[in-house]
Every structure is written in structure tokens, then in C-alpha cells.
């Protein structure tokens, strides 16, 4: 159990039998009673956010999570195939469980997965992932405006907007949280 006390951005916490990430907190005393801590929760299966008020010293229970490092192996039909590294057994997991980060995982990557009672929940990508521009338009001789993008599809299948002058075969940095050009590499 976890005391209102003990709460930081980021913990990890379970009510009604579903599990809640903290994205803010405030402890705050009304002008009668006693103290209170006024939360905003992000539900880590749906990614809904709510926001909770709970009484100062109040407990809510753990959820039962683990952080393991698994091999994104290949893509059956629409889901991902995970590999724990450790004894080498096989996860089946729907693409909607995985989120916007499939589009930035390749084939043999290890990545952190978030498990809640044995079932994927979440995939902690690096900050910055580097990916082969598979299909974009050449970029035109003297087209050399500013700050001009084109967009351009890379080897997992999603689309990143990049300057003029990258061409198909050219390895890029993309941000995983933004899905913005960081370079080339």
C-alpha cells in the first residue's frame, strides 16, 4: 500500500483494479478539515487522464508491474511479437496495447515493456531512435527554401517530415516523442 504522502510524478498506483500513472500532484489544505492531495491520473491501458482528490494519509494499493527488457522480433498480422531475453518466451501483443511506439521500433531492437499482470501495457522507447528513408520525392536542384520539409516514409512505415535535401537510403535521427527530424546520421 501507498501512503498519499509518498506520492511523486510518475509513480505508478492502482484504483478500482485498473493502473494509474501520476502526471501531477498538489498538497493542499482547505479553510476546514483536514489536508488533501489533488492528483492528475493517466490510466496506463487507455491513456485517459482524470484527476483525483484524495484525503491526506489516505492508502491505494500497488499495481503489480514489472519493467523487463524484450526483443521486438517481427510483425504478425497486426500484432507485435516480443521476446523476453531472459527465458526466451514469446509474446503475442495487439497493436493497440503497443500505441504510436510501433512506428518507431525495427525488427531485433531491445526495448523496456511495461507488464501489468503478465499483459503489455507500455513500450519505454530511447529518446531518439535512427531510421533508413525507405520512399520520399527527390529534392529539386535550387529548391533551397528555409525551413521547407517534404515528407518521407521510413522502414518502419511511418511518415516524418524532413528538409529538402534528404534522399531515399539516408539514415535519420527521429524523436520518439514528438516523431520530428533530429538529423542525419
Same mark, same amino acid.
Given at each position: 500500500?501507498?501512503?498519499?504522502?509518498?506520492?511523486?510524478?510518475?509513480?505508478?498506483?492502482?484504483?478500482?483494479?485498473?493502473?494509474?500513472?501520476?502526471?501531477?500532484?498538489?498538497?493542499?489544505?482547505?479553510?476546514?478539515?483536514?489536508?488533501?492531495?489533488?492528483?492528475?491520473?493517466?490510466?496506463?491501458?487507455t491513456g485517459q487522464v482524470l484527476e483525483k482528490t484524495f484525503r491526506s494519509g489516505e492508502?491505494?494499493?500497488? #499495481?503489480?508491474?514489472?519493467?523487463?527488457?524484450?526483443?521486438?522480433?517481427?510483425?504478425?498480422?497486426?500484432?507485435?511479437?516480443?521476446?523476453?531475453?531472459?527465458?526466451?518466451?514469446?509474446?503475442?501483443?495487439?497493436?493497440?496495447?503497443?500505441?504510436?511506439?510501433?512506428?518507431?521500433?525495427?525488427?531485433?531492437?531491445?526495448?523496456?515493456?511495461?507488464?501489468?499482470?503478465?499483459?503489455?501495457?507500455?513500450?519505454?522507447?530511447?529518446?531518439?531512435?535512427?531510421?533508413?528513408?525507405?520512399?520520399?520525392? #527527390?529534392?529539386?536542384?535550387?529548391?533551397?527554401?528555409?525551413?521547407?520539409?517534404? #515528407?518521407?516514409?521510413?522502414?518502419?512505415?511511418?511518415?516524418?517530415?524532413? #528538409?529538402?535535401?534528404?534522399?531515399?537510403?539516408?539514415?535519420?535521427?527521429?524523436?520518439?516523442?514528438?516523431?520530428?527530424?533530429?538529423?542525419?546520421?
Amino acid at each position: 500500500m501507498i501512503s498519499t504522502k509518498d506520492f511523486k510524478t510518475g509513480m505508478k498506483i492502482e484504483l478500482d483494479g485498473k493502473p494509474f500513472e501520476i502526471v501531477e500532484f498538489q498538497h493542499f489544505k482547505p479553510g476546514k478539515g483536514g489536508a488533501m492531495m489533488r492528483t492528475k491520473l493517466r490510466q496506463l491501458k487507455t491513456g485517459q487522464v482524470l484527476e483525483k482528490t484524495f484525503r491526506s494519509g489516505e492508502k491505494v494499493k500497488k #499495481p503489480d508491474m514489472a519493467a523487463v527488457s524484450m526483443q521486438y522480433i517481427y510483425k504478425d498480422g497486426t500484432d507485435f511479437v516480443f521476446m523476453d531475453l531472459e527465458t526466451y518466451d514469446q509474446m503475442n501483443v495487439p497493436a493497440e496495447n503497443v500505441g504510436t511506439a510501433g512506428g518507431y521500433i525495427k525488427e531485433g531492437d531491445t526495448v523496456k515493456v511495461l507488464l501489468y499482470n503478465g499483459e503489455l501495457i507500455g513500450v519505454d522507447l530511447p529518446a531518439n531512435v535512427n531510421l533508413v528513408v525507405t520512399q520520399t520525392d #527527390p529534392g529539386v536542384q535550387g529548391d533551397r527554401v528555409s525551413n521547407a520539409t517534404k #515528407p518521407a516514409t521510413v522502414e518502419t512505415g511511418i511518415i516524418v517530415q524532413v #528538409p529538402l535535401f534528404v534522399d531515399e537510403g539516408t539514415t535519420i535521427k527521429v524523436d520518439t516523442r514528438s516523431g520530428e527530424y533530429l538529423g542525419r546520421e
